[in-house]
């Protein structure tokens, strides 16, 4: 089966640094994948949709300077959480979307990054 | 903009019991719903996924139903398990919009 992986899975930080969390599928190539934020005992509210080769769709109230996603590969987007505060401390979970599966609009999530900021 | 609603946020029942998770959703142009497993501290797991034209799916234990016109899916879990314990989450997926809308989910407990 499709299988999206994230890396790291946990990441403490001090506040004003910047972290990068990986998100990638790893036996399927991924035009599309997308950056989910989830507070605790919250639902998923979608960040952005990455798109390979071409600028993020932001949802609106996220903050594009804040939240960076770079999808280079059809393999791989990362998004960066530059000068990270402690409000930004959240589970990041991303998905991708596979255009060889059987239902081209389902996603396969990976397993999640939990952001500390100190 | 689609709101996804989940009733109830948390649910302890003993080990056996069978067992009724709600969904509900404002937007009934849905091109699908979809019903994930949340453990602790965890990615999603899918469970079950049901096409607008379809009426329910079943896998093993687990049977979801849904009711476009009225904007509302049930996901029915028989003979219940300690190992059933996690969140349960429901999302849709509008094909206007391209994107996936998650309740905010059930909390489910299996007491053995």
């Known amino acids: 089966g499709a299988v999206v992986s994230q890396h790291p899975s946990r990441v403490i930080c001090k506040s004003g640094t910047s972290v990068k969390i990986e998100c990638r599928s790893l036996?399927?190539?991924?035009?599309?994948m997308f950056w989910y934020r989830q507070f605790p005992k919250k639902s998923l509210m979608l960040m952005a949709t990455s798109n390979e080769g071409s600028k993020a769709t932001y949802e609106q109230g996220v903050e594009k300077d804040k939240f960076l996603i770079n999808h280079a590969s059809l393999t791989l987007s990362t998004l960066t959480v530059t000068s990270a505060h402690p409000e930004d401390s959240s589970f990041y979970i991303c998905?991708?979307?596979?255009?060889?599966?059987?239902?081209?609009?389902?996603?396969?999530f990976g397993p999640g990054t939990r952001l500390t900021v100190l | 903009k689609q709101e996804v609603t989940q009733i109830p946020a948390a649910l302890s029942v003993p080990e056996g019991e069978n067992l009724v998770l709600n969904c509900s959703f404002t937007d009934s142009a849905i091109y699908n719903l979809q019903w994930f497993r949340q453990d602790p501290g965890k990615g999603l797991t899918s469970l079950l996924l049901i096409q607008s034209s379809q009426r329910e799916q079943t896998s093993g234990r687990l049977n979801a139903s849904l009711d476009k016109s009225s904007g509302r899916s049930t996901l029915y879990i028989a003979a219940s398990q300690p190992g059933d314990s996690a969140t349960y989450l429901c999302a849709t997926f509008l094909g206007s919009a391209r994107q996936l809308t998650f309740g905010s989910g059930t909390q489910l407990t299996v007491l053995p």
């Open positions: 036996d399927f190539q991924a035009t599309t």
């Open positions: 998905s991708a979307l596979n255009p060889g599966s059987a239902s081209t609009d389902t996603q396969y």
